[in-house]
């Protein structure tokens, strides 16, 4: 079986700023990151399918001590970041960026308001890369 | 899933393990060294290591700690045994708990009567950074960590989670720092073996001597809310709710259930192994709860042919506060939602009803990733047969369990073990 729902696939769209997963053609259920292989039924009838973008919060945090690629990129015990887990609207949960909260007041950040998806560009030349993100819902 | 009996029994005769902490000029090999020593001087009757067949090595990451791959050949060569059998068994930091499943496989195989599990990391040649770089290698390094994730971060999110579900508050985790720094510092093994109020007069006199101003803090609590005293690493786990980077080795000889009088007139029997995966937290149903660790568990106890309310003690995966809460429901110790009331009531301290981390856990004792596991082991083995010393816990004891935790949950490992004279 030639698996196209791969890691680097999945990016691709990410570089186009489209949030794509996979569908289990006869379960219909939805999977982000895309899956090859349902793990509820073992199926691999899948097919590719857009996500809304919405979604929200359920779990984070505010990092203080980052590790070295978010420290290349500005981040440190001064200028700390949030990360968190999304539940899409679509069902599954993903891990990203949390932009546009106040870090400095963790305990006003709500788990269960509403997100939208956002991207970022970090890097340079060829290292250059677009990153999954979300932000609180306009 | 159904579960099945081990072919035959195992038992314990003998652990052993190094001190934990950061140890300059020595490596893993000089570790594993003085838990072996140990190991071999705790068994009751005497072992001659020619009798050992085969060695299994819980090790996380010696490649990018060390700079070497391929451990098990040389700890095995270190302490003579070449050129026997030597298996590396790496599942992160419950790498050892997995290597003495493996070894209990091993002889209940029938293929070895007599296996040595060994385990050991060493951390503390890396700065904090590659520390966190090397530890977040153990989750989901494409789907996870692009987000910023890293380890205390993980925990981190579920200690929002489980907040936000059910009450708790950063105090919870704060109780149960305090908590296990008051068990560590009964054990001479142990990295920070200190009350926090002890590290509070440490600091206070610190400053003092210093000539600068004497912090005032009313108690435990006012200190760990202290920023510059107790920074915070990721929202809401600070420095005294995360187990620190370690150093250290620990090791058991596992025998087959009829070898094991001939050794010691008190073996310890492992009488309940379970082990379960998953995948990214992200990818879970819940993020209030490690669904393998409740696999793992309801596996053991079923072998073990007992429950929750029969563990006498527990050492848990503790490498962060919160993960000790969880951990407490995911074994059954309390109900979903009532481990936090459970720990800010004292239920888990010393004199508690369902004593957990005995030794100060990771958390006080130290965690070297690879190794705890087996360290977790050597508590149990010392308390159920009234070897604790100064944090022995005086009450009749039978069972005592261990839970080891890889990443987020990716991997648990929980065994049973039953003190039987």
């Not at chain 2, 072998?303 to 995911?330: K, N, P, Q, S």
Request: proline share 5%; hydrophobic share 40%.
């Amino acid at each position: 079986m030639d698996n196209q729902f791969t890691s680097s696939a999945y990016f691709q769209f990410i570089n186009e700023k489209k949030l794509m997963g996979s569908r289990d053609v006869h379960t219909n259920e939805m999977f982000l990151p895309p899956r090859p292989v349902n793990p509820k039924t073992f199926g691999t009838d899948m097919e590719w399918v857009e996500f809304s973008g919405e979604g929200t919060l359920a779990a984070y945090t505010i990092v203080y001590i980052a590790p070295t690629a978010m420290i290349a990129a500005g981040f440190d015990r001064k200028n700390p970041y949030c990360a968190g887990i999304v539940k899409t609207k679509e069902g599954p949960m993903i891990s990203a960026q949390i932009l546009g909260v106040d870090v400095a007041h963790p305990e006003s950040i709500q788990i269960g308001m509403p997100l939208q998806v956002s991207y970022l560009t970090r890097g340079e030349g060829e290292a250059q890369r677009v990153f999954l993100a979300f932000e609180p819902k306009a | 899933m159904t579960n099945r009996k081990l072919a035959r029994g195992v038992a314990l005769i003998g652990a052993g393990m190094s001190k934990f902490g950061a140890f300059k000029g020595k490596n893993s090999r000089d570790l594993f060294v003085e838990a072996y020593e140990e190991m071999l001087q705790s068994v009751d009757k005497g072992f001659n290591p020619a009798d050992i067949e085969m060695l299994m090595v819980g090790n996380y990451s010696s490649d990018l700690f060390e700079g070497q791959g391929h451990v098990a050949p040389i700890m095995a060569s270190w302490v003579g045994l070449s050129p026997r059998a030597a298996v590396r068994v790496e599942d992160a930091c419950a790498s050892a708990g997995v290597a003495l499943r493996q070894g209990i496989l091993a002889i209940a195989s029938g293929l070895y009567d007599i296996v040595m599990v060994g385990a050991v990391e060493k951390m503390t040649d890396l700065a904090t950074e590659k520390v966190t770089d090397t530890l977040a290698t153990a989750a989901d390094a494409t789907f996870e960590i692009p987000a910023g994730f890293t380890f205390p971060g993980f925990y981190a999110a579920m200690a929002t989670a489980y907040m936000h579900q059910y009450g708790a508050t950063p105090e919870t985790f704060m109780q149960v720092g305090i908590k296990n720094h008051e068990n560590g510092s009964l054990n001479e093994k142990a990295q920070f073996g200190a009350k926090i109020s002890t590290i509070m007069e440490g600091r206070r006199a610190s400053a003092a001597k210093k000539g600068l101003p004497i912090p005032e803090w009313d108690s435990e609590l006012e200190f760990l809310h202290d920023d510059k005293a107790n920074p915070i690493i990721a929202w809401p786990m600070r420095l005294y709710d995360c187990s620190p980077v370690s150093d250290g080795a620990a090791a058991v000889l596992l025998v087959s259930e009829e070898l094991a009088k001939k050794y010691t007139d008190h073996p310890i029997y492992i009488v309940g192994s379970g082990q379960a995966s998953d995948g990214a937290l992200h990818d879970r149903d819940t993020l209030t709860a490690i669904p393998s660790a409740s696999e793992a568990a309801r596996q053991a106890y079923e072998m073990a042919g007992i429950t929750a309310d029969d563990i006498d003690l527990a050492e848990v995966h503790d490498c962060f506060t919160v993960a000790e809460v969880i951990a407490t429901e995911d074994l059954g110790f309390f109900k979903r939602g009532e481990g936090w009331k459970a720990a800010e009531a004292g239920e888990t301290a010393r004199n508690g009803k369902k004593p957990i981390n005995l030794s100060g856990g990771l958390k006080s004792k130290g965690h070297p990733v690879g190794a705890s596991g087996v360290g977790q082991v050597v508590e149990v083995w010392k308390q159920l047969r009234g070897q604790a010393g100064p944090r022995q816990i005086e009450r009749e004891l039978q069972y005592g369990l261990t839970h080891n935790v890889g990443g987020t949950g990716q991997t648990c490992v929980v065994h049973i073990f039953e003190r039987r004279d």
